[in-house]
T-cell receptor
């Protein structure tokens, strides 16, 4: 069965610093991978998706993620954090079984 | 283009009661999925509906049931509510077969007392 593991339930960075949120997946078939963001009391918003077209995927709000098959990773990065990036981030995997399987989430705090 | 909408926003029920949550899918989307997100956790897949038929189900008991209507809107019904059913219930719509890219609504916060 497919799964994702997000390392670090809380990440704190200073405004302007690099953001790195980690996601490792487990899948016996080539996966589709997603990053979603959730702001307080809101639903999930898609940041970016990997669908095997290119290993480096660019998303909204300056975020990007790189698919590394050898490391089974799909880490999310942003060169310079902004206060508005503070939110909960979820990595998710789909292998064609109708459902997205989500990680447990990483709460990003951005310090001024 | 109208996004995914859900109603009600918040709901308080007591143990043993029944609840119905509603979802309107995004224009052009024919598939609706429901997820349960307990506090501090990632969403868990409940089931998916495509063309009014259940198209996949997660590890949830039969007291969780659903419907999809011809206009692709959907309902989630939960019978015999338990305290552990307290959660944010998220609806997501998508086009069948398009990388399963799902668009989420704002959710319904259910509290069971």
């Amino acid at each position: 069965a497919q799964s994702v593991t997000q390392l670090g339930s809380h990440v704190s960075v200073s405004e302007g610093a690099l953001v790195l949120l980690r996601c490792n997946y487990s899948s016996s078939v080539p996966p589709y991978l997603f990053w979603y963001v959730q702001y307080p009391n809101q639903g999930l918003q898609l940041l970016l998706k990997y669908t095997s077209a290119a290993t480096l995927v660019k998303g909204i709000n300056g975020f990007e993620a790189e698919f590394k098959k050898s490391e089974t990773s799909f880490h999310l990065t942003k060169p310079s954090a902004h206060m508005s990036d503070a939110a909960e981030y979820f990595c998710a995997v789909d292998t064609g079984r109708r459902a997205l399987t989500f990680g447990s989430g990483t709460r990003l705090q951005v310090q001024p | 283009e109208t996004g995914v909408t859900q109603s009600p926003t918040h709901l308080i029920k007591t143990r043993g009661q029944q609840v119905t949550l509603r979802c309107s899918s995004q224009s052009g989307h024919n598939t609706v999925s429901w997820y349960q997100q307990a506090l501090g956790q990632g969403p868990q897949f409940i089931f998916q509906y495509y063309r009014e038929e259940e198209n996949g189900r997660g590890n949830f008991p039969p007291r969780f049931s659903g419907l999809q209507f011809p206009n692709y809107s959907s309902e989630l019904n939960v019978n015999a509510l338990e305290l552990d059913d307290s959660a944010l219930y998220l609806c997501a719509s998508s086009e069948q077969g398009v990388y399963n890219e799902q668009f989420f609504g704002p959710g319904t916060r259910l509290t069971v007392l």
